[in-house]
């Protein structure tokens, strides 16, 4: 009864012929039987009812209850489509594209047609879109143009209990737009407890609760501390698949190298094993995947399915047939790090109710096992009971300037659900204000009201709009659309060296940044050819990508009237441009490849895939597009700056007249100091060489 039986079966009726309109019966039969299978369509009338006489309804349901497919279709067959369309919104890209992709097949419609999905730069949405899936960020930006959203006559806010920074602004607008239509019906999700407060929240809002189908689920905690998540995880993995009976895996991992990492080494061990082991099909899904790829996870097999996940399919997606957990006890989350003053992608424990969602996946066909690596005693003392909502632990820069441009004056009025640390809001105005999108009085600039426009973080729109005095708007496009798709360089294992040679040959010695301009510049000169990316280890659909997101943002710039100009060769200009967006993120050169951050003193370092790193050029100072933490302070995508512009651009950083010429005293007396070491160092030679004369 899986995706894969239902593409047979119209394979099937394609080859009959005349006989299409019986196979389209089985088809539409099967699809039918599967929705009538899931626990929501058991209350589905007593749930329109609780619809139809309240403007906002919660409703709770075990993950896999068919909330998020069902929702908007029922919505659609009770003739809620009459007068505007059904929005529902996911915190995750993914989820809005996979779950659209599925809504479209059970409703028997393209994808982008009847039933679509809108995430940031890509609509697959027309004119007769009447189920519209879309990240909550999406939605937002709607609410920007259209404040009472009147395209819509009902709105999910899917995965609430995910609070994604999003999610919990819109809370707050959508409150206030159930106020002003009486029309919209506005109905909240969510997969766990909590729902009180959303309840409250949303003026005593009825809660509804779909009743679960769950079975048992044993939970076996590590006897010890584990070092290495990734060896464990594929330890258990195949302990579970050389002894266990039937049934697909599912670990939870970090982020996507780490999921990589994971299915290689599975693989590996797999074929160590020789060819009497029985095989197995191990399946990655993190966001960056492609879609065709994220699809495959649904795919019905003969082989046991290892599915390896970020928490991506703690909620959001439910891979059927799972019984065996492993749950490596981590996730990747942004959070605002005040030891450097900004977000940081970092490695975090997740919390209790992770956890039991995690390990809740492996009871939902039958009785299930979960392996935790981690001790009990860590469950209960080391982890947070809930998640931190990702408004009180990120920058919050964007939405400071979207509610800014939504007239919402005093941000400290703006109701919460949870209301951000004062502290956040200020960092993130200072930020704004240090960029000029704010004034001295915590008002939107014009810069600002430009910065608006733009769906992408406040740095990179600032160097959008201040390319245009520098004229070299279309050369910063390319920059800021490169930078806003997963990298565009392709590094197959086994032609590791291959292709770092190749994507050496792009580099640009005093800058990552120009170095992405040249292969998308390089990429057109070549008529956009598919074969010289692949020739030259890039990968050909990011490229495709960076051109869409590229497009869409020069539109923006169009009706900005702001005029596409490239510089040419005068990088130098480029260089000064990045660096007025990112000159809160400079750094000084302690040794070759370690710097300190002008600001705060952090100690940060090259990451290995920087053009500066590998071509061993180490300018004094730079700037950088941001820091990933692991191990250690990696600064990702840097580029060389002259400390002249750092003066010129952020003044309330770097202005004073004593600072400015400390630098250049510095400057002088570090190239005399050069001169002097040449001079010694060519002296020594002189004399080797009268030794060896001797
Ligand atoms: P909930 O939102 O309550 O967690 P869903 O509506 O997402 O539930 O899922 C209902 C069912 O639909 C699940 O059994 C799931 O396996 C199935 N499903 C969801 N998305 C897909 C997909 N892309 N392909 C195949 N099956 C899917
Ligand atoms: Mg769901």
């Keep these: 009864e899986g995706n894969l039986d239902y593409k047979a079966?119209?394979?099937?009726?394609?080859?009959?012929?005349?006989?299409?309109?019986?196979?389209?019966?089985?088809?539409?039969?099967?699809?039918?039987?599967?929705?009538?299978?899931?626990?929501?369509?058991?209350?589905?009338?007593?749930?329109?009812?609780?619809?139809?006489?309240?403007?906002?309804?919660?409703i709770v349901g075990e993950?896999?209850?068919?909330?998020?497919?069902?929702?908007?279709?029922?919505?659609?067959?009770?003739?809620?489509?009459?007068?505007?369309?059904?929005?529902?919104?996911?915190?995750?890209?993914?989820?809005?594209?996979?779950?659209a992709k599925r809504v479209s097949e059970e409703i028997g419609c393209k994808l982008g047609d009847k039933v679509g999905y809108a995430i940031r730069f890509e609509d697959c949405t027309c004119d007769q879109t009447i189920i519209?899936?879309?990240?909550?960020?999406?939605?937002?930006?709607?609410?920007?143009?259209?404040?009472?959203?009147?395209?819509?006559?009902?709105?999910?806010?899917?995965?609430?209990?995910?609070?994604?920074?999003?999610?919990?602004?819109?809370?707050?607008?959508?409150?206030?737009?159930?106020?002003?239509?009486?029309?919209?019906?506005?109905?909240?999700?969510?997969?766990?407890?909590?729902?009180?407060?959303?309840s409250e929240f949303f003026g005593n809002s009825p809660v509804f609760t779909i009743?679960?189908?769950?079975?048992?689920?044993?939970?076996?905690?590590?006897?010890?501390?584990?070092?290495?998540?990734?060896?464990?995880?594929?330890?258990?993995?195949?302990?579970?698949?050389?002894?266990?009976?039937?049934?697909?895996?599912?670990?939870?991992?970090?982020?996507?190298?780490?999921?990589?990492?994971?299915?290689?080494?599975?693989?590996?061990?797999?074929?160590?094993?020789?060819?009497?082991?029985?095989?197995?099909?191990?399946?990655?899904?993190?966001?960056?995947?492609?879609?065709?790829?994220?699809?495959?996870?649904?795919?019905?097999?003969?082989?046991?399915?290892?599915?390896?996940?970020?928490?991506?399919?703690?909620?959001?997606?439910?891979?059927?047939?799972?019984?065996?957990?492993?749950?490596?006890?981590f996730c990747k989350l942004k959070v605002f790090n005040p030891k450097i003053g900004m977000d940081a992608l970092q490695i975090t424990p997740i919390s209790q109710a992770n956890a039991n969602q995690r390990s809740g996946r492996a009871g939902r066909t039958g009785p299930g096992s979960c392996c935790r690596l981690y001790t009990d005693t860590i469950y209960r003392e080391d982890l947070l009971e809930n998640n931190i909502p990702e408004i009180q632990r990120t920058n919050l820069a964007n939405v400071v300037l979207l509610l800014k441009s939504?007239?919402?004056?005093?941000?400290?009025?703006f109701q919460f659900m949870d209301p951000p640390p004062q502290e956040n809001i200020l960092n993130s105005m200072y930020q704004l204000w240090i960029l000029g999108a704010l004034d001295d009085l915590g008002e939107l600039t014009e810069l600002g009201k430009k910065m608006v426009e733009f769906p992408l973080d406040p740095p990179l729109s600032k160097m959008l709009l201040e390319a245009e005095r520098y004229k070299c708007s279309s050369d910063i496009l390319t920059i800021v659309s490169m930078l806003s798709v997963p990298s565009v360089f392709y590094r197959p294992r086994d032609r590791e060296s291959e292709a770092d040679a190749s994507r050496e040959k792009f580099f640009v010695p005093e800058s990552d940044h120009l170095t992405l301009l040249n292969v998308f510049t390089q990429w057109k000169n070549n008529g956009f050819r598919s074969d010289w990316a692949t020739?030259?280890?890039?990968?050909?659909?990011?490229?495709?990508?960076?051109?869409?997101?590229?497009?869409?943002?020069?539109?923006?710039?169009?009706?900005?009237?702001?005029?596409?100009?490239?510089?040419?060769?005068?990088?130098?200009?480029i260089r000064k441009v990045i660096a007025s967006g990112y000159f809160h993120n400079s750094a000084k050169m302690k040794s070759i490849g370690e710097y300190v951050n002008m600001r705060t003193g952090i100690?940060?370092?090259?990451?290995?895939?920087?053009?500066?790193?590998?071509?061993?050029?180490?300018?004094?100072?730079?700037?950088?597009?941001?820091?990933?933490?692991t191990t250690r302070e990696y600064m990702q995508y840097v580029t060389a700056v002259d400390p002249y512009w750092l003066a010129e651009l952020g003044p309330m950083f770097f202005s004073t007249k004593e600072n400015f010429q400390e630098i250049e005293r510095k400057r002088q007396k570090e190239a005399k100091n050069r001169i002097i070491e040449e001079l010694v160092a060519s002296k020594n030679k002189e004399e080797n060489k009268g030794q060896e004369d001797e």
Excluded at 66 to 79: D, F, I, R, V, W
Excluded at 162 to 179: A, N, P, Q, Y
Excluded at 543 to 572: F, H, T, Y
Aim: glycine share 4%; hydrophobic share 40%.
């Design 9 to 58: 079966d119209s394979q099937y009726a394609k080859s009959m012929g005349n006989f299409e309109a019986v196979s389209d019966f089985a088809r539409s039969k099967s699809v039918k039987e599967q929705r009538e299978y899931l626990p929501i369509f058991s209350v589905r009338e007593s749930l329109m009812n609780i619809i139809r006489e309240n403007r906002i309804v919660i």
């Design 63 to 99: 993950t896999g209850s068919g909330k998020t497919t069902q929702l908007t279709q029922y919505l659609y067959e009770e003739g809620y489509t009459s007068y505007g369309i059904i929005g529902c919104t996911q915190p995750r890209r993914v989820a809005a594209v996979s779950v």
């Design 132 to 198: 519209k899936y879309m990240t909550d960020g999406v939605l937002l930006r709607e609410s920007l143009n259209e404040s009472d959203l009147d395209q819509y006559s009902a709105i999910i806010m899917d995965e609430a209990h995910e609070r994604s920074l999003h999610t919990d602004v819109l809370f707050g607008i959508l409150k206030k737009v159930v106020l002003r239509r009486r029309d919209l019906r506005l109905i909240i999700t969510s997969a766990t407890m909590n729902s009180q407060k959303f």
């Design 211 to 329: 009743p679960g189908r769950t079975f048992p689920v044993d939970i076996i905690f590590s006897k010890t501390p584990i070092e290495d998540y990734v060896d464990a995880a594929v330890k258990k993995a195949l302990e579970i698949h050389l002894q266990q009976p039937p049934g697909d895996i599912l670990i939870f991992m970090t982020g996507q190298e780490d999921i990589m990492a994971t299915c290689v080494l599975l693989n590996e061990r797999i074929t160590e094993l020789g060819p009497n082991i029985p095989k197995i099909r191990v399946l990655p899904i993190y966001s960056q995947l492609p879609s065709e790829n994220q699809a495959r996870i649904f795919q019905k097999s003969d082989l046991r399915k290892c599915v390896v996940a970020t928490n991506i399919a703690e909620t959001s997606l439910t891979v059927d047939g799972v019984r065996y957990v492993i749950d490596t006890g």
């Design 406 to 413: 939504l007239n919402i004056g005093n941000l400290l009025e």
């Design 535 to 573: 020739n030259n280890f890039v990968h050909i659909k990011a490229l495709r990508k960076v051109r869409e997101v590229r497009a869409q943002l020069s539109d923006i710039m169009k009706s900005l009237n702001i005029p596409e100009i490239s510089c040419g060769n005068n990088w130098d200009v």
């Design 603 to 629: 100690p940060c370092i090259l990451h290995p895939s920087s053009a500066l790193f590998s071509l061993g050029y180490a300018p004094d100072y730079i700037v950088y597009h941001e820091l990933t933490m």
